[in-house]
């Protein structure tokens, strides 16, 4: 069973930096993509920013420009580095992670990000 931790939340102050991390237990090739999502109470778990295994990124037209998503393959971690923090940015960031062989979809806890305004 693959297992995702992630690491990195946090409080924050409006206009700060973040590094969220995912460790995952099993070599990253094997996962099509790797996202990042945040759900805040009472709205639908949003998707922020996703990578490829080929390295190509996609990103929430409200993170562009502040959020950049990276993975280390070697390490089996994805990284997402967050800046010029919001208050809206507040929310509990899940790591996912799809297998390419099965479709399987795995999630991490979620780690929490709060921006103080």
């Known amino acids: 069973q693959v297992q995702l931790v992630e690491s990195g939340g946090g409080l924050v102050q409006a206009g700060g930096s973040l590094r969220l991390s995912c460790a995952a237990s099993s070599s990253t090739l094997r996962f099509s993509a790797m996202d990042w999502y945040r759900e805040t109470p009472g709205k639908q778990r949003e998707l922020v920013a996703a990578?490829?295994?080929?390295?190509?990124?996609n990103y929430a037209d409200s993170v562009k420009g502040r959020f950049t998503i990276s993975r280390d393959n070697a390490m089996n971690t994805v990284y997402l580095q967050m800046s010029s923090l919001k208050p809206e940015d507040t929310a509990v960031y899940y790591c996912h992670a799809r297998d390419r062989w099965t479709s399987a979809d795995y999630w991490g806890q979620g780690t929490q990000v709060t921006v103080s305004s």
């Open positions: 990578i490829t295994s080929d390295g190509s990124t």
